[in-house]
């Protein structure tokens, strides 16, 4: 997802007036209202957010500076506990750590549990108990451990239970250290779990009030957002123009706009304009048009959501493809229409649509290979050479920007998601021809477009209707559906 920082910076890029010159405290308070705005989105909008152990490679920089520091530390303790008589320093500020982290464990309702730990870990005591070199380590960590593994999730039961036969006081606290940190992230992702309901109630007002609190400091015209309606609203007229008196038919490979036109005029309703917004999306191109202002926080997991429709796009036309050149026969036979689509969707996993051309070569090979071999088991004469260049050449030529088979599946494709702009036209109409092979990767897509676009127009729609209002379109009236989307 996109980081704190370059939402902030990408709203400061897209304000149209030069923005105010911010102090220092200004531009850190802003930096963090932002993170406040991006989080409360990331768990309304992502229901898998959670907070995950970080884990640096082997190799890497981070790791090996993030090792010496460490030894270096751990070392340091070893030899203050190792000499005579035994230096506490280090082990009574390691000591008061534990403590505070262990009583940020505990719930509203743990107050007995927090007198007995306040007690146990009395740090004025352990100090004196230091200064006389009667300092029971062992007891206090015996103590440690016991609450550890009554605070610990079920999950971190095994962590906790390995940490008795540490017998290395040094070792023992370092992982004392290692398994709080990760009962300090359950701690989190459980709150994150108790306030998603909260904030899914609150989430609209909430991140409204927010980006006029950031437009207020930073003041924006949104002028990638016109740009984006502009576009829009250019594509919604010249579709309604030439084709003015055909309803939206399921399948249809012209542009779809929901609530395409006003009935009074030429003017499109506002909601059509949004709404091929919101498609256009899907064919976003980063190097040559700037990402909506209302849409930074979710530009990430859409442009994730492009990369899989484009994905499916292949995969569908390569499927389409096999199936004009084998035949039904062939394309019936068990898992053989499985075993293409992992082939296929393998070979293109991570790669940008630039790439495509180059995996299409690859699919063609592995495509041929698979066709050959089912028809060899299913006692079907072999292709010609003719034939099996015939299957390769279609498969390469997808790569194609006006390849006809790519162009009708992403059309088909398009129009089925565009449904899921509307929660209550989800189920009104079913799959075209072509797209029943990824029906579960449509479906799985659509939610996730659907769902992202819904919680987009419930906080930013009365933007986008001041927008259409004054700038894209100034001469629709109020019966037209300007007022509301």
């Not at 593994?149 to 079920?154: E, F, I, R, V």
């Not at 992982?175 to 459980?190: A, G, P, Q, S, Y």
């Not at 003719?386 to 498969?395: M, R």
């Not at 477009?449 to 629709?476: D, T």
Request: proline share 6%; hydrophobic share 40%; charged share 20%.
């Amino acid at each position: 997802d996109m980081s704190f920082t370059s939402s902030l910076v990408n709203f400061l890029s897209a304000a149209s007036p030069p923005p105010p010159v911010l102090s220092m405290a200004e531009l850190l308070e802003t930096a963090q209202e932002v993170s406040k705005m991006t989080i409360a989105h990331e768990i309304v909008v992502n229901r898998d957010f959670k907070l995950q152990e970080v884990s640096f490679s082997p190799n890497s920089l981070e790791s090996r500076v993030k090792e010496t520091l460490h030894k270096a530390f751990w070392d340091n303790l070893k030899e203050q506990l190792s000499a005579s008589p035994p230096v506490y320093t280090h082990m009574i500020q390691l000591l008061q750590e534990i403590k505070e982290t262990i009583l940020s464990l505990l719930l509203p309702w743990h107050s007995r549990l927090q007198g007995q730990i306040e007690e146990a870990l009395d740090m004025e005591l352990i100090t004196q108990e230091a200064e006389h070199g009667a300092l029971d380590i062992p007891s206090l960590t015996m103590y440690i451990l016991g609450t550890m593994a009554m605070l610990c999730a079920p999950v971190r039961d095994e962590e906790v239970q390995r940490l008795q036969g540490v017998t290395d006081p040094v070792q023992l606290l370092r992982e004392i250290f290692r398994v709080l940190d990760l009962m300090k992230m359950d701690m989190v992702n459980f709150t994150i779990q108790s306030l998603r309901p909260h904030l899914q109630d609150h989430s609209v007002e909430y991140e409204q009030k927010k980006f006029q609190e950031l437009l207020a400091k930073l003041p924006s015209d949104l002028d990638h957002t016109t740009e984006w309606l502009h576009k829009a609203a250019a594509e919604v007229s010249a579709s309604s123009l030439s084709s003015p008196s055909h309803p939206e038919v399921c399948g249809s490979p012209a542009p779809l706009s929901l609530g395409a036109v006003s009935s009074s005029s030429s003017i499109p309703s506002p909601m059509s304009v949004l709404n091929q917004g919101y498609m256009n999306l899907l064919r976003w191109e980063p190097s040559l048009e700037k990402y909506p202002e209302t849409l930074l926080m979710d530009q990430a997991r859409l442009q994730e959501v492009q990369l899989q429709v484009n994905q499916l796009t292949i995969i569908a036309a390569v499927l389409l493809v096999t199936s004009s050149v084998c035949g039904s026969a062939l394309l019936s036979s068990p898992g053989f229409v499985d075993r293409l689509k992992r082939v296929t969707k393998a070979l293109l996993e991570g790669l940008p649509h630039t790439r495509f051309r180059e995996a299409l070569l690859d699919i063609s090979n592995h495509v041929h290979q698979e066709v050959s071999e089912s028809l060899l088991q299913l006692g079907y004469p072999a292709f010609t050479s003719d034939k099996s260049a015939s299957l390769k050449g279609q498969i390469r030529s997808i790569a194609e920007d006006d390849n006809a088979v790519r162009s009708v599946i992403e059309q088909r494709i398009h129009s089925f998601l565009s449904l899921h702009l509307s929660p209550s036209a989800q189920n009104s109409c079913s799959l075209s021809k072509g797209l029943a092979p990824i029906q579960e990767e449509l479906l799985e897509v659509g939610h996730r477009f659907g769902s992202m676009i819904h919680h987009n127009r419930q906080v930013y729609g009365p933007y986008y209707l001041a927008i259409l209002k004054k700038v894209v379109l100034p001469g629709a009236e109020p019966k037209a559906g300007i007022d509301s989307f």
